[in-house]
């Protein structure tokens, strides 16, 4: 019999230490497809060709992934030129949508650099779009915005009111959805995060002067409330 519970103690333990660094790794998976660009643009929406989106038309023309910058490899390059286009709508991409979970928070972590234009990154809420059949793998012409956080800090201590201006060495990113506890947020802004269904990491480089602005390692994890 003592034979039998050391046994069933050793298998017991042997349970916990596999099962810990699973449930580490599922902490730790990475939400955003393709956050590292090995896959070249999968992953992420560029192409703006639907009614309401006439600012973006030409967008797709002004981003690409690039085999080496810096020494990174596979890194986003938004073309934020000529001034014009930093001065007005600037050039984005949008990752694909993200099923949201109301008992987790997010985290958003990227690393950037840039030659001249601000950068401007977000968590961006969405709910279905008005006569949309909700589906598994919507695209932005099924949704629409419902909440958004607030800017990405590159830098301790800072806070963001707009786009981030990204000097030319490579700089961590860091936020986190929602910013503050729902049971914080004033009623209107309660009421928008509440028909929140997905997420989506919106990244816009915009402002500033003309120029690149490179992106890699764009990585969200979540964490149980």
């Known amino acids: 019999m003592r034979k039998r519970i050391v046994s069933l103690t050793i298998m017991a333990i042997a349970a916990l230490c596999i099962d810990a660094p699973l449930n580490a790794r599922a902490a730790d ?6 956050g590292g660009f ?13 009614q309401g989106q006439s600012f973006y038309f030409g967008n797709h023309s002004r981003v690409a992934v690039l085999p080496n ?6 890194v986003l390059q938004l ?33 950037a650099r840039g030659e001249g234009p601000g950068l401007m990154v977000r968590i961006e809420g969405y709910g279905w779009l008005p006569g949309v059949r909700p589906n598994e793998q919507p695209t932005l012409r099924d949704l629409r915005r419902c909440y958004r956080s607030r800017p990405m800090v590159f830098s301790r201590g800072a806070v963001a009111q707009g786009p981030a201006s990204i ?26 995060y509440l028909k929140t269904r997905f997420i989506v990491v919106h990244i816009v480089g915009i402002a500033g002067s003309a120029g690149k602005i490179h992106i890699d390692d764009v990585q969200m994890t979540r964490k149980r409330k």
């Open 29 to 34: 998976k990475n939400l955003v497809q393709n």
């Open 38 to 50: 090995d896959d070249g643009l999968n992953g992420w929406f560029h192409v703006y060709d639907w």
């Open 69 to 74: 910058v810096r020494s990174r490899r596979g």
């Open 79 to 111: 073309s934020v030129e000529p001034q014009g286009i930093a001065d007005n709508q600037g050039v984005k991409v949008d990752s694909f949508a993200i099923p949201h979970d109301f008992d987790y928070t997010y985290r958003l972590k990227l690393r």
């Open 167 to 192: 000097s030319s060495s490579w700089k961590e990113g860091e936020l986190r959805y929602p910013g503050k506890p729902v049971e914080e947020m004033r009623k209107l802004q309660k009421k928008s």
